[in-house]
């Protein structure tokens, strides 16, 4: 993971492990940030604010640096998880 200076920031993310599909890497998402993200989910009730909710999504998100793996498709297909509800 890049920019990491504690152990605790890469335990953070230690869930996130490669895996092989069709002889392309693939990566099983786990861990402790992915708890944070459904912890902390976007439903669009109770006055929730949908800009601090993204920003809080890349905070958790961006750090993620994984090889082959495009930012911006990282970010997509993690989001729904961030989101319960009619959200």
């Known amino acids: ?39 902390n989910a976007f439903s669009g009730t109770n006055g929730e604010d949908a800009i601090e909710h993204i920003e809080y999504f890349l905070k958790i998100v961006d750090p993620i640096d994984l090889p082959n793996v495009n930012q911006d498709k990282l970010r997509v297909v993690v989001f729904p998880i961030s989101l319960v509800g009619d959200a």
């Open 1 to 39: 993971m890049k920019g990491f200076a504690t152990n605790d920031q890469a335990d953070y993310y230690s869930g996130i492990t490669s895996i092989m599909v069709n002889q392309k890497n693939a990566y099983e998402l786990k861990g402790k940030f992915l708890d944070d993200l459904h912890n």
